[in-house]
């Protein structure tokens, strides 16, 4: 469901409008009455909510969108907008209900919206974020953050460490295991052996040791290594060129030594259609590429579409994907 105060239940909710969406096996972990009161709010008809609290009550049918309710917010006391420690641990409960499912095999997938970390600060739960969370909860030590758009593709080395830490802490092998990591998830997206850019973390790529040695130290090391395993990787290319590269299609991904190295063009392009995918978990994850956008919240102006990309993700990639279509 996302933190309750922001967008998440609308999006969620503006997704089962597409016929698309509901011919699936889906069911939402979230608060009955928030998902109801957002319904109401986008006078929705084409489908009516079904309170369980079993997976095994689901009942799915296009016309019934399953509510696995946890009745963690009073809705005389939510403020839409508002950054509220209430808010910040319903999404938290809910992550946590979902990796529960997820690792007793009974859901196959999980599709996260938003959350707001201030609140969930103010909760007490000291994580960067969605993905630093289902790491915790499933004892994951290697995983990295992938986000994908038809278009482009970028996977990240580090994410939610401040710039110094990422260029002071960047080593050979993370830089070889997330390599690894967008491999193996690209060649389910793409069918066959991906073609994998790296970036380097320097203007132009260090220009050889002129802006700098991190390139010749830790990526080119890393680069030439994952080659040497069959892995179709290059680089590292000049960080201002090679995402052109590849949105005009001379890469399927590009690996991103920081966090805004990636974000930055990714969402440029597709901030609507983007999908974020956690790759090294126990099972599969998507979500939305944007956050809680507190200032529109409740206001039935979300965008759904990252959503709804991530929906369609999860079920292209899921576990249970080769099985409907059998």
């Given at each position: 469901?996302?933190?309750?105060?922001?967008?998440?239940?609308?999006?969620?909710?503006?997704?089962?409008?597409?016929?698309?969406?509901?011919?699936?096996?889906?069911?939402?972990?979230?608060?009955?009455?928030?998902?109801?009161?957002?319904?109401?709010?986008l006078?929705?008809?084409?489908?009516?909510?079904?309170?369980?609290?079993?997976?095994?009550?689901?009942?799915?049918?296009?016309?019934?969108?399953?509510?696995?309710?946890?009745?963690?917010?009073?809705?005389n006391?939510?403020?839409?907008?508002?950054?509220?420690?209430?808010?910040?641990?319903?999404?938290?409960?809910?992550?946590?209900?979902?990796?529960?499912?997820?690792?007793?095999?009974?859901?196959?997938?999980?599709?996260?919206?938003?959350?707001n970390?201030?609140a969930?600060?103010l909760?007490?739960?000291?994580?960067?974020?969605h993905?630093?969370?289902?790491?915790?909860?499933?004892?994951?030590?290697?995983?990295?953050?992938?986000?994908?758009?038809?278009?482009?593709?970028?996977?990240?080395?580090?994410?939610?460490?401040?710039?110094?830490?990422?260029?002071?802490?960047?080593?050979?092998?993370?830089?070889?295991?997330?390599?690894?990591?967008?491999?193996?998830?690209?060649?389910?997206?793409?069918?066959?052996?991906p073609?994998?850019?790296?970036?380097?973390?320097?203007?132009?790529?260090?220009?050889?040791?002129?802006?700098?040695?991190?390139?010749?130290?830790?990526?080119?090391?890393?680069?030439?290594?994952?080659?040497?395993?069959?892995?179709?990787v290059?680089?590292?290319?000049?960080?201002?060129?090679?995402?052109?590269?590849?949105?005009?299609?001379?890469?399927?991904?590009?690996?991103?030594?920081?966090?805004?190295?990636?974000?930055?063009?990714?969402?440029?392009?597709?901030?609507?259609?983007?999908?974020?995918?956690?790759?090294?978990?126990?099972?599969?994850?998507?979500?939305?590429?944007?956050g809680?956008?507190?200032?529109?919240?409740?206001?039935?102006?979300?965008n759904?579409?990252?959503?709804?990309?991530?929906?369609?993700l999860?079920?292209?990639?899921?576990?249970?994907?080769?099985a409907?279509?059998?």
């Amino acid at each position: 469901m996302g933190d309750p105060s922001g967008i998440g239940p609308e999006i969620i909710i503006k997704s089962f409008e597409n016929s698309e969406i509901r011919n699936n096996r889906i069911i939402v972990i979230g608060d009955y009455n928030v998902m109801q009161a957002s319904g109401k709010m986008l006078k929705i008809k084409s489908f009516k909510l079904n309170r369980i609290h079993n997976v095994q009550d689901g009942i799915f049918k296009p016309g019934v969108l399953n509510i696995l309710d946890l009745p963690l917010v009073n809705m005389n006391d939510l403020q839409p907008g508002k950054v509220e420690a209430v808010s910040g641990n319903a999404a938290f409960e809910c992550i946590r209900k979902a990796v529960k499912l997820a690792k007793n095999r009974d859901i196959d997938s999980i599709v996260t919206a938003p959350l707001n970390k201030e609140a969930l600060h103010l909760a007490g739960h000291k994580y960067p974020g969605h993905t630093e969370i289902l790491a915790s909860l499933t004892g994951t030590r290697d995983y990295a953050m992938l986000l994908y758009e038809k278009r482009l593709s970028v996977i990240h080395v580090s994410t939610h460490v401040s710039l110094l830490e990422a260029i002071t802490g960047l080593r050979r092998e993370r830089i070889e295991k997330v390599i690894e990591l967008g491999n193996e998830v690209m060649k389910r997206l793409c069918g066959d052996e991906p073609r994998i850019a790296a970036a380097g973390i320097n203007p132009h790529a260090g220009e050889n040791g002129l802006f700098g040695n991190e390139e010749i130290n830790e990526i080119i090391p890393a680069v030439k290594n994952m080659k040497r395993k069959g892995i179709n990787v290059d680089g590292p290319h000049p960080p201002d060129t090679v995402f052109l590269q590849t949105l005009n299609g001379k890469y399927d991904l590009v690996v991103a030594m920081y966090h805004d190295q990636g974000h930055i063009p990714l969402k440029l392009i597709g901030f609507s259609s983007g999908v974020n995918v956690t790759v090294g978990l126990p099972f599969l994850r998507t979500s939305v590429d944007h956050g809680t956008a507190f200032d529109i919240s409740w206001k039935g102006k979300a965008n759904e579409d990252s959503m709804v990309e991530a929906i369609k993700l999860s079920i292209k990639l899921g576990p249970s994907a080769k099985a409907n279509q059998k």
